[in-house]
């Protein structure tokens, strides 16, 4: 088989895969100018828009959301298996709900929930990978609103929920680690209501609403795919231009890079002291102090050597495949205010 065939096999292959996710975007597209559950805790700003009626200007219909699609994935053939182990009395998978609050219907559609008497139990499986933060942490106020939400939402039908659980799960091996449970009360039930009554306050003047420390586009992943960014962040384009307008933000954000940079590099420096003293302890569980860590063994696969392919290229008469690096900046601090 020539290598033009090859290419064009490979073209074809490349442009069904990204075909597969692009329709799965299509088919899964719902009104991005409604607030759902699943947004409730999410940016103020943008959820003030949605209760608004703000018209959305940036479609996202098109994109891959390959990360999404294989979370999806991994709902279906996950959560039927886990309702059938848990074997409660009923159970709802991919149920929808909806919280009636101060005059709002909030729509939501939740993952699992198990249904036994003082045992009720509502599930939200949240899939991450490489790129996210460690499932390890407590769940994030967006995460809290949104299994309040609709274990408010499944109440309201009637449904006694006990128990609220964040099953975080790696895309990357199936871990579940940071696996998370707590009781649902008054006192969860009244910071939902005050949420919703903050946002329908923010809904009478959704661009004063805060962004709650979202950096804007090109800087921030929420904002790469916020349906009202170009709204919210006009003239944003590039990135740069909502952060530096004056020498002084120039200023700002160089000294911010340089001081940065410095933890970054210790950082560095402990991280590589500690996984010197570590590198031959044996694999597996240890407790001590109330702390539970787990060491795993981790690398030994192979990578380029890369002197000896530009030996090999070189011995044959072939160039050097090279690309040209994006463009950056550094900073350095050259003078500081006297104390």
Known sequence: MNRTLLEQQRQTLDEAITGVFTDATAEDHHDPGELTLSGLGGCTRKAALQ?????????????????????????????PRLAARLGRELTMIEHDVILPVRGLHIRGRLDLATLAVGAGLLLDLKTYGYDQADPGQPPSRARLMQVWGYTMGLRAQGYSIETVAILPMSRIHGGTDGLWLAEF????EAIVDARIRDLIHHAKAPFFAPRDGHRGPGLDMECDSCPFRSQCWPG????QAAQVRTDADVVNHAVRYAEAAAQEGAWKE???YHATALHRTR???????????????????????QSQAKALLAENGLPVPMTTDRESRRAVVKRRPLA
């Open 283 to 305: 694999p597996g569980p240890y407790e001590a102090d109330g702390y539970e860590v787990e060491i795993k063994t981790t690398g030994g696969g192979k990578r380029l050597n």
């Open 270 to 272: 402990e991280k590589t």
């Open 185 to 188: 009360g008054p006192q969860e």
């Open 236 to 239: 944003a384009q590039p990135a």
């Open 51 to 79: 209760l608004a009626g703000h018209t959305p200007t940036d479609d996202d219909s098109h994109r891959e959301q390959r990360a999404s699609h294989l979370g999806r994935a991994t709902h279906d053939w996950f959560l």
